[in-house]
């Protein structure tokens, strides 16, 4: 094998990591070194790769088996020991997690641009997990970014490119690449965790399932899960096959890019319980017969009744939520008797909290849960979690909802995304509304008055490390707020996000149109920051 070094006549200068990992329209990947750049600035950046493991899978679209062909020739040019892939290149992003944790790896790279649509018009993205098995600090990926700026040259192992891998062990110059199953040891921690007979009783005993892959990463898992494990028929899992463009469809599981799921749901009759993962794994949806299950409830839900599950019976450290996740979390934590943290969006700020043991439960208003197991969000974990409550419980979905809000009342809550705005549309909004802020408090808004008004910063508890600019915030009297950011996961243009919570106490009004019931914030919000006004849009993108 020849090592070759590649000179570039100038650096990408675009490659500043968002939310989650790198993520640019496929083509834009496509690009003469543009891939190879952003590997060398990991290479070159993460701590112990000469000598060291690195795991790297992604989530099956076009662009996944290049990248990680790339990814071998580069590693074992930089003296990488072993590298550990998977069938086919298939690995889902808590799968990766899992992996990188039980072979003590340096870290990892995972090739997915999550819930972007895929395929030659779709996106691709590049995420980098450290050794603890989560999402690069900002710390790591600030220097990469910095690295990427002035980076000269890339090395690469010069060999017939490979896009086939089967299960087997082979070497490169003097690296192994051993390509494993990537669902078998996700399986065996998800059996350590509940109580597998249990739930496989429950779902056959006339509570039947459903579970939409969105043909995405989670479909070969699923498959094995619910139908090889649990005893599920092969109709449980749709779109069960991981295709390069998902098959057109947008793998984001909400009530919109999930839709034939959701109507399944709430408007048939076949199941009681179903369920959607997102491209790479990481994210759920859960519905119930008739109903959805809004993310922060369903994370408050998963708090309330940890008691359930096997894993957890210990009890629970602690618990977080980002700062836009609504607050049905905390009022559970106190209940319990934990502490709650607020953090900021991204997974990467819950790994510091996680490794300190100060908590054991996490989630995110977008779909996202998890919990100390791994150091991702992980969807079918939610799924599991869910179906061992609903199997302990015996009750049906909107049972244990309404249960719930009757015990620690109702935080009516909502996102309305605006996609694809142009982007100094997007900015010009956004920083109007943060000029503006110092001005608003104790001004009125929505028949409340504002209390609070300001852009949301972090202090880790655990390193100390500051993070500023998380979102602006309008707190009101009554405990309601209203937040506003922007989009770190976007390509096109810019995507403006709009969050709504407003608490009613278990003996008021449980049973609202959650539209409804944040009806005035909207309406205050939209004429304060001229949201309809200055997108030309009547109505968001996204409703969740
Ligand atoms: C979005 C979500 C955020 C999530 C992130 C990555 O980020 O809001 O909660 O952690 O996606 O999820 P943003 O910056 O677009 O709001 V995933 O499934 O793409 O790893
Ligand atoms: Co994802």
């Known amino acids: 094998f020849t090592q070759l070094t590649v000179k570039l006549n100038s650096p990408f200068t675009d490659q500043k990591p968002g939310t989650s990992g790198l993520r640019k329209s496929t083509l834009q990947f496509e690009e003469t070194h543009y891939l190879e750049s952003f590997i060398e600035s990991i290479l070159c950046s993460l701590p112990g790769v000469r000598g060291g493991v690195l795991v790297v899978g992604g989530d099956g679209r076009y662009g996944n088996k290049r990248a990680i062909d790339i990814i071998i020739r580069m590693a074992a040019a930089h003296g990488i020991q072993k590298v550990i892939t998977t069938v086919d290149g298939i690995l889902s992003t808590p799968a990766a997690s899992n992996l990188i944790r039980i072979n003590k790896a340096i870290g990892g790279i995972i090739l997915s641009a999550s819930h972007n649509p895929g395929g030659l018009e779709g996106d691709f993205g590049v995420k980098l997990n450290g050794s603890n098995g989560g999402p690069a600090s900002e710390s790591l990926t600030d220097e990469i970014y910095n690295y990427s700026k002035n980076l000269k040259e890339y090395k690469i192992i010069k060999c017939q490119s490979n896009n086939s891998f089967s299960l087997g062990k082979y070497k490169l110059a003097s690296m192994i690449v051993e390509i494993i199953d990537g669902i078998d040891d996700y399986l065996d921690l998800m059996k350590r965790i509940f109580d597998f ?8 005993n006339d509570f039947p399932i459903v579970f939409d892959a969105l043909n995405a990463v989670t479909g070969p898992y699923a498959k094995r899960l619910f139908v090889d494990h649990l005893g599920a028929t092969a109709e449980t899992v749709r779109n069960g096959i991981p295709l390069e463009d998902f098959g057109g469809l947008h793998p984001d599981p909400n009530l919109t890019y999930a839709k034939d799921l959701a109507d399944l749901l709430l408007k048939g009759n076949l199941f009681s319980f179903g369920a959607a993962c997102d491209g790479d794994g990481d994210r759920n949806m859960i519905l119930g017969r008739g109903c959805f299950v809004n993310p922060s409830d369903s994370l408050a839900i998963l708090a309330a009744n940890y008691d359930c599950v096997p894993g957890y019976a210990k009890g629970l450290s602690g618990v977080a939520r980002s700062m836009p996740t609504s607050s049905a979390v905390d009022v559970v934590a106190k209940h319990l008797g934990i502490n709650c943290f607020e953090t900021p969006t991204g997974w990467k700020f819950f ?8 908590i054991t439960l996490c989630g995110e208003e977008s779909f996202g849960t998890g919990s100390d197991h791994v150091r991702e969000k ?16 015996k009750k049906s979905v909107s ?9 620690f009342g109702r935080h009516y809550y909502s996102r309305h995304d605006y996609e694809s705005i142009p982007t100094e549309v997007a900015n010009s909004l956004y920083s109007r509304l943060s000029n503006m802020l110092p001005t608003l408090i104790d001004e009125s808004f929505a028949g409340r008055t504002i209390k609070n008004a300001d852009d949301f910063s972090y202090t880790d508890p655990v390193d100390s490390s500051i993070t500023l600019n998380q979102g602006l915030r309008i707190l009101l009297d009554d405990g309601s707020r209203v937040l506003v950011r922007l989009s770190g996961t976007g390509t096109q243009g810019a995507t403006l996000r709009v969050y709504f919570e407003s608490f009613v106490p278990s003996d008021g009004d449980i049973t609202q149109d959650p539209q409804l ?28």
């Open 351 to 358: 790994g510091n909290l996680l490794d300190a043991n100060q």
């Open 399 to 407: 049972e244990i909802m309404k249960n719930h809000w009757l015990f």
């Open 517 to 544: 019931a944040l009806d005035p914030l909207i309406k205050s919000i939209d004429s304060l920051a001229e949201i309809s006004k200055r997108t030309g849009m009547s109505a968001p993108t996204v409703i969740t």
């Open 197 to 204: 007979d249990l739930i496989s009783s429950y779902i056959n």
């Open 378 to 393: 992980d969807g079918l974990w939610a799924v599991l979690f869910w179906l061992q409550i609903l199997a302990s419980k």
